[in-house]
């Protein structure tokens, strides 16, 4: 019988679980099948993106909703770092209500959109938007789903262009996994400076092993009632660990909470959260200076006694992998393995179904009952 996560399939079947835990699975084969796709159309994306990155007048925003603009805070301080060109992550749901403070109607602008199904009312809004205070924008739509409403409208369009992640990135289930993932490393593969693709075939190989050693200790671990979890992380990771927190709390339907800090900012406050039913998790920096802040925490939370558990997921840690000295936002889609696991296991025990968590309809898959205000009727 073949085991997936530490069930069988029928079983994930039954308890409605099947896509969520597919798609946490094949998330390796869709890195190499990413970058099978970014060999294809390195010469056109090139082309597309010319020196815009080299011109320090160049303002790139990197947009979307929820999931998908964390794909953005993640990525955006490595490759802004990286190039002359003022790079800033910026939600969708930021930018309808506050364009002003973002947009400027003569400098030269490149919208990012990150979109799972490219359907999302504020991902379409935030490309009309552009078009009509920043004449001459220009628009890399970065999605899994073709027949988005996103990728639709700029397939003929010569300002816009539509990269398509690989098939089967489209997530079937409510929360976003494999889509998230790829469209991650999608971004740092064409916006980073690194053009060595080669770098998604050692992380899809080292996220093979980290799902085959890890899925044990994970389904244990997921198997314990908890009522607060919190993640934190520095750098990039504080974005990813705002990510694995939205997992947990999508998956379970609230009843478990969650929250994300940084490990030097969680004192100031954010630590009172704590109680004897919280599980701390502590995503590792693969930079040394930012894991002598996360020791001293460690040590810490390990001294007071107070959360039910505290692990650390990463570089040196508790679930760690043999990965290279790589940039934290490289690495991001590797640790996020654990918190998908772990939320997927959560929603079992509470038995709701992970692939669709709210039957109810509360919240959708698609967000849905968001009307779009003209940004001059104010």
Known sequence: MTTLLQRDIQTWRDIGGLHTA????????????????????????????????????????????????YVGEIVVDTLNAAWPAQI???ATTTLLTHHELYLEADAPTLLVSFARS???????????????????????????????????Q?????NTYNLLMPEGSCDRGFAMTSSFSSMLLAALSVLGKDTDLSRLDTLAQLGEHALHDWSAPVADLGS?????????GSGPLEALAKEAALKILELTGGRVMAMANTPLGFRHGPKSAVTTESLVILLRSSKPLARQYEDDLLKELQRDSVAQTCLTVGIGGDLSADAPAWPDAWLAPLWLLMAQQYALHQSALLQLRPDNPFAGGIVNRVVQGVTIYGHDQF
């Open 22 to 69: 597919e798609e946490i699975a094949h998330q390796p084969a869709i890195w190499r099948a990413l970058a099978t796709i970014l060999r294809k159309e390195q010469a056109t994306l090139a082309a597309f993106l010319g020196d815009a990155l080299s011109n320090p007048q160049q303002r790139v925003i990197l947009t979307g909703a929820g999931s998908s603009a």
């Open 88 to 90: 800033r992550a910026i």
């Open 118 to 152: 490219g359907d999302s009312p504020e991902s379409l809004a935030a490309v009309e938007l552009l078009r009509q205070v920043v004449p001459g924008a220009r628009f890399l739509n970065i999605t899994c789903n073709a027949d988005g409403k996103l990728a639709r």
């Open 154 to 158: 700029g397939a003929n369009d010569s």
């Open 224 to 232: 314990t009632p908890v009522r607060r979890v919190v993640y934190l």
